[in-house]
């Protein structure tokens, strides 16, 4: 994924889904000075890490 794309996913007022390792996430933030995100498991909010933009993918319906 993009930043722009993360950021617009990140700041967009609906739920937009996207995975990590095939697991559906949020984003917590964008950080844009590396190119990563801090993102936790929809199910797991407590569990947070930061990973490499490139790495998440959107959900898209087909």
Do not use: C, G, W
Request: negative net charge.
């Amino acid at each position: 994924m993009n930043k722009e794309r993360a950021k617009e996913i990140f700041h967009a007022p609906e739920m937009i889904e996207v995975t990590h390792d095939e697991r559906p996430i949020y984003i917590d933030e964008v950080i844009e000075r590396n190119e990563t995100a801090r993102i936790h498991p929809i199910d797991q909010p407590n569990i947070i890490q930061e990973v490499p933009l490139y790495e998440l993918k959107e959900s898209k319906d087909d």
